[in-house]
């Protein structure tokens, strides 16, 4: 709420933004604060850089002329009354993406086939947040049809605060599992939470929900509007069969929707981009695309997603997909892996915030590594764990480290010509370095 004088009143903006580094001509500047940092101590700086305008929470002792002043009981919370106000001034449909992994490819997946048709808007990096999605809605311009959001979360009411100000039509939820366990305490309670996204849902609109995940599923009862299940199981109205993997080339499998059926190749790579694929083709459904359109569209796509292939040392293969990781991801990861044709190795770290499953979470990514690996390399808190298991599954080549440093000296020394070698964790391990230094010289 505005409690202030606005210092001209028909100031126009270019761009809102939260950070004073990305400050132009014309842009309104929301000083937000933080743990660490605090807005406020920015101000000169986003002026200095041609920001018109300021929302504030402090008293500011001079406006420098030309610049717009909003004094606001919460900068946060005025943040979001100007995105839900903004949302409000577009006739635009709004498809709400939530899980516990898989948010951004299905983001992705879903607004390049709508980009086949429309002008879309999609969340960009990471905003998919309380700040970030408000950001995001705030670059609606009025040519946009779709915006397609990610929505995160950390705890109850987060996804609901999120609806609020975006209004989805559309939901889509990709799967639950142990992600944020540590701080929700059970799965139960982690579906309440994602269930936000479809309880917010109005009556004409669609709940697009995974149907080979249990916990998914039921959350079909808490939808006003009517669902569609995707997946691969038989009482899925929307499914996928004969599904052909091309390993890093991608994947290929028919779509049956009813009587009417189409076979689609992508250059997604993996089995697990199936589910994208199938939660993008009924929002595509939805919006009038017949099965062979969608077909067409997802052929067409680039992959775009966090796992990168480079060039590793000594000739070899790096799947770099360190960004993250949680159970589900991992197994992906590890299917794909499994997909390759010469020696296949994992560096694996820690997988965090699983909370009570954190010790199954850690033993089925080491019976899942004995199934594809060669050898597998481990590191942090709980690489015990995964390499008894791993051990118990028949696999002997087998090297726990308690640094990355060392695990990087060892790979090296393992790596041969031909050789893969998928490197994932949990942020929080940034292995990101330990593939800086085995990419090739």
């Known amino acids: 709420m505005l409690i202030g004088q606005v210092r001209r009143p028909d100031q126009d903006f270019s761009h809102v933004i939260t950070d004073s580094r990305l400050a132009g001509p014309g842009d309104l500047f929301v000083a937000l604060k933080g743990e660490r940092h605090d807005g406020h101590d920015f101000l000169g700086d986003a002026i200095g850089r041609g920001a018109a305008g300021v929302i504030v929470s402090r008293t500011l002792d001079e406006i420098p002329s030309g610049v717009s002043a909003f004094h606001v009981t919460d900068t946060l919370i005025a943040l979001q009354q100007l995105a839900s106000y903004w949302r409000s001034k577009h006739d635009v449909r709004v498809v709400g993406v939530t899980g516990s992994v898989g ?5 992705e997946v879903i607004a390049a086939v709508l980009a086949q048709r429309h002008p879309v808007l999609k969340s960009e990096a990471n905003l998919n947040t309380e700040i970030g999605l408000p950001l995001s809605l705030l670059h609606l311009t009025g040519e946009q049809r779709w915006a397609v959001l990610e929505m995160a979360m950390y705890g109850r009411g987060d996804i609901a605060l999120l609806c609020d100000i975006a209004r989805p039509q559309i939901g889509v939820v990709t799967n639950i599992g142990p992600v944020h ?4 305490g059970s799965l139960a309670a982690i579906a309440a939470a994602k269930g936000e996204l ?9 709940a697009i929900l995974n149907g080979d995940d249990s916990e998914v599923r039921d959350l079909a009862m808490r939808s006003k509007a009517p669902v569609m299940f995707y997946g691969t199981s038989p009482h899925c109205q929307l499914r996928a069969s004969e599904v052909t993997s091309q390993g890093l080339d991608g994947v290929s499998f028919r779509i049956i929707y009813g ?3 189409a076979q689609v190749s992508t250059h997604l790579p993996g089995r697990h981009h199936v589910y994208p694929a199938l939660a ?3 929002v595509a459904l939805h919006d009038g695309f ?3 359109a969608v077909a067409e569209a997802l052929a067409a796509i680039q992959p775009s997603i966090r796992l990168a292939v480079v060039t590793g040392h000594n000739g070899s293969t790096i799947l770099d997909d360190s960004y993250n990781a949680s159970p589900a991801s991992m197994l992906a990861a590890l299917d794909l892996l499994g997909e390759m044709s010469g020696r296949r190795l994992a560096l694996l770290g820690d997988m965090l915030e699983l909370g009570a499953a ?3 979470g850690h033993r089925q ?8 690996c060669h050898a597998l390399v481990l590191v942090g808190h709980q690489a015990g764990i995964t390499a008894e298991a791993a051990k118990a599954k028949g696999l002997t080549n087998v090297q726990v480290f308690s640094d990355k440093e060392e695990a990087a000296a060892a790979l090296k020394a393992e790596l041969s010509p031909g050789d893969y070698l998928l490197v994932k964790a949990s942020r929080g391990l940034a292995l990101e370095t330990v593939v800086e230094a085995l990419k090739a010289s």
């Open 259 to 261: 009587e009417a059926s």
């Open 280 to 282: 993008a083709t009924a």
């Open 290 to 292: 017949s099965l062979t």
């Open 365 to 372: 990514i080491g019976e899942k590594a004995a199934q594809v």
């Open 358 to 360: 954190q010790e199954e």
């Open 181 to 184: 366990l540590e701080r929700l």
């Open 103 to 107: 948010k951004t490819t299905y983001k």
């Open 198 to 206: 479809v309880e917010a849902l109005p009556s004409d609109g669609l």
